[in-house]
């Protein structure tokens, strides 16, 4: 399993994750709205929970492995890319409200 995220909004920096886990969650949570390229429309957005913070291993593209403390944006990007490898879109995590104004747009 693997995926590539930037992890700012800077369009020059990527990260490459292999077969990562998330070894620990924080209990403070954040909602905010979020989208996703899979969903293929720009109106389909929603309120998701995410933990603020997370603590991460995984493997670069080189093979080392890497252990890192997320914050803020970051650990949001990482948490949908991650449940992308565990079959989970951000339309799962959205409210009922939600689901239902971006129904027909999916």
Known sequence: DFF???PSDSKNMERVVCNPT???YSEEIV???EGCLSLR???CAGQ???STWIETEYQNELGQ???RRLKDFE???FQHEYDH?????CYDRFPPEDREAVRENI
Do not use: F, P, Q
């Not at 490898?85 to 879109?89: Q, T, V």
């Open 85 to 89: 490898l565990r079959g989970i879109l």
């Open 22 to 24: 998330i070894t620990k």
């Open 41 to 43: 429309s720009d109106d």
């Open 31 to 33: 909602v905010d709205n």
């Open 65 to 67: 492995k890497v252990r």
């Open 48 to 50: 998701v929970a995410r």
């Open 4 to 6: 590539v995220y930037n």
């Open 75 to 77: 650990a949001r990007v």
